[in-house]
């Protein structure tokens, strides 16, 4: 294909080698590791120097992903969410509060009652699907665990 490259790369543990492919229209890079088992690093690839052979990898491990608990007024409803901005999330359920269209919207779910911190994505989804499979009461344990009074954390997150 015109406007692909290939490249190789040599890992620090065991010798292994990575090789991806980056394409040139949109730099879309492609790794493909050596066993299925090897945990798939994202890499973001950027230019740098005078010259456009020059590239700079760098690992995006730093993200800020968030799964949150939200509850309405009352206390009697809950709703699990992921996130990559939490503020964001918690103003659009504020915002979205009465709309019959959405869960959350529907039943007044707009307080912060819990968040969990990853840096990965796979892991946040992965503990929101697990929650959302819990019955009430281990979700409220789990809620009382972090929160124990059940305090609307939405103004601690804006500071």
């Given at each position: 294909m015109?406007?692909?490259e290939?490249?190789?790369?040599?890992?620090?543990?065991n010798?292994?080698k990575l090789?991806?492919?980056?394409?040139?229209r949109?730099?879309?890079i492609?790794?493909?590791?050596?066993?299925?088992?090897?945990?798939c690093?994202a890499?973001?690839?950027?230019?740098?120097?005078?010259n456009?052979?020059d590239?700079k990898?760098?690992n995006?491990?730093?993200y800020n992903?968030?799964?949150?608990i939200?509850?309405?007024?009352?206390?009697?409803?809950l709703y699990v969410g992921?996130?990559?901005?939490l503020?964001r999330r918690?103003?659009?359920?504020k915002?979205n509060k009465?709309?019959?269209?959405?869960?959350?919207?529907k039943?007044?779910?707009?307080n912060?009652?819990?968040?969990?911190?990853f840096?990965?994505?796979?892991?946040?989804?992965?503990k929101e699907?697990?929650?959302?499979?819990?019955?009430?009461?281990?979700?409220?344990?789990l809620?009382?665990?972090f929160?124990?009074?059940?305090?609307?954390?939405?103004?601690?997150?804006e500071d």
């Amino acid at each position: 294909m015109q406007g692909v490259e290939d490249f190789s790369l040599w890992s620090n543990d065991n010798d292994k080698k990575l090789s991806f492919r980056r394409g040139t229209r949109r730099n879309i890079i492609r790794l493909t590791l050596p066993s299925a088992q090897s945990e798939c690093k994202a890499l973001k690839i950027s230019p740098f120097g005078r010259n456009d052979n020059d590239w700079k990898f760098s690992n995006m491990w730093n993200y800020n992903f968030y799964v949150y608990i939200t509850t309405n007024p009352e206390k009697t409803v809950l709703y699990v969410g992921v996130t990559n901005d939490l503020n964001r999330r918690m103003f659009e359920h504020k915002e979205n509060k009465g709309n019959p269209k959405t869960f959350a919207g529907k039943y007044y779910c707009y307080n912060l009652v819990y968040f969990e911190h990853f840096s990965h994505i796979n892991y946040a989804i992965e503990k929101e699907k697990e929650i959302k499979k819990w019955r009430r009461e281990k979700k409220n344990a789990l809620i009382a665990s972090f929160n124990p009074k059940w305090k609307f954390l939405n103004q601690e997150i804006e500071d």
